[in-house]
């Protein structure tokens, strides 16, 4: 079984438009990390959260930790092209750990 | 510009023929790291190194070995690759788990 489940796999928006993805872990994390690929490419890094009940924003995209520390929301405000690309999320589940577990991802499209 | 280079970006080599897909951070990070991104099953860790000298097995380790002679290299060595090591390999270093991981831009190895 995973790990890490992310929802929705895909999804297609109309540009302008808010968006959540989440992420969802079986047991409790130390650290969250939110990433971005595009097809094919490098992973660029958006956020690590770290303490439950944690927020942190980074332009348009604000991405949350909830209290008991197994599940994550990456929300995007008011969609852009430049959003469109596959996200990630990863965790480390103990200080230390020396790798990290990753999701499915979620492939986003935006539609003009 | 702080960076993890990868080359080379594309391969296709034969069954059994010996090949390095080489990695190289110039952030003086500790830790690197390598994985493999398959459809359907997303970035698996393949090996892991703390320090120099210091090198520790991921979760899909067979197939591969690694090395860590300097801080700045971390070559991943295939010695017979075969046609099922087929992916997108990702070489990614990181300061402490803390700060983030930084992702190379990813080499696809075609093995046939």
């Known amino acids: 079984s995973q790990e890490l489940e992310q929802s929705p796999q895909s999804l297609i928006v109309q540009e302008g438009k808010n968006l959540t993805i989440n992420c969802t872990s079986s047991k409790t994390l130390y650290g969250l990390y939110w990433y971005k690929q595009k097809y094919g490419e490098g992973l660029i890094f958006l956020m690590m959260l770290q303490k439950g009940g944690e927020e942190k924003s980074h332009e348009k995209i604000t991405a949350k930790l909830d209290e008991k520390k197994q599940q994550s929301s990456l929300h995007i405000t008011a969609s852009q092209p430049s959003h469109a690309g596959i996200y990630l999320c990863g965790a480390d589940f103990r200080a230390g750990a020396q790798k990290l577990v990753f999701g499915q991802g979620t492939r986003l499209t935006i539609n003009p | 510009e702080a960076q993890v280079t990868q080359n080379p970006r594309y391969l296709i080599t034969v069954t059994g023929k010996k090949l390095t897909v080489t990695c190289s951070q110039n952030m003086n990070h500790e830790y690197m790291s390598w994985y493999r991104q398959d459809p359907g099953l997303g970035l698996r860790q393949i090996y892991y190194?703390?320090?120099?000298?210091?090198?520790d097995k991921g979760d899909v380790p067979e197939g591969y070995k690694v090395s860590r002679k300097e801080k700045r290299n971390f070559p991943l060595i295939l010695e017979s690759p075969s046609p099922n090591q087929t992916s997108l390999y990702f070489c990614?270093?990181?300061?402490?788990?803390?700060?983030?991981?930084?992702f190379g831009s990813g080499t696809r190895l075609t093995v046939v």
């Open positions: 990614a270093s990181s300061l402490s788990p803390a700060h983030g991981y930084t």
């Open positions: 190194s703390m320090n120099v000298e210091v090198t």
